[in-house]
Nanobody, 115 residues
Framework: QVQLVESGGGLVQAGGSLRLSCAASGNIFSINAMGWYRQAPGKEREPVAT???????YYAESVKGRFTLSGENAKKVLHLQMSSLKPEDTAVYYC?????????WGQGTQVTVSS
């Protein structure tokens, strides 16, 4: 019922920037309850930046001051602007939509940061 399509991943040098985008379609009416997660090889998937159902934004401590969420509510697009990237940011980044009673994931987009 909900489809999430990510774009914007790629290869970047440390200190560089990337912008990830997630386009949502289907039975979704707001970017609230959406967010970004990431999973590095050998590690568990972790939240990076999320929006609560009321619209509050939360960031993982490791990305505060470097990553910024923004959205285009009418288009149901969620962006993650990533700056000052570090090699430890290397991971597959997943878009998520988690309303009450449901959970949806995108296919993931690879972000690789070289030192």
């Amino acid at each position: 019922q909900v489809q999430l399509v990510e774009s914007g991943g790629g290869l970047v040098q440390a200190g560089g920037s990337l912008r990830l985008s997630c386009a949502a379609s289907g039975n979704i009416f707001s970017i609230n309850a959406m967010g970004w997660y990431r999973q590095a090889p050998g590690k568990e998937r972790e939240p990076v930046a999320t929006i609560t159902p009321r619209g509050s934004t939360y960031y993982a401590e490791s990305v505060k001051g470097r990553f910024t969420l923004s959205g285009e509510n009418a288009k149901k697009v969620l962006h993650l602007q990533m700056s000052s990237l570090k090699p430890e940011d290397t991971a597959v980044y997943y878009c998520n939509f988690h309303p009450a009673g449901a959970n949806y994931w995108g296919q993931g987009t690879q972000v690789t940061v070289s030192s």
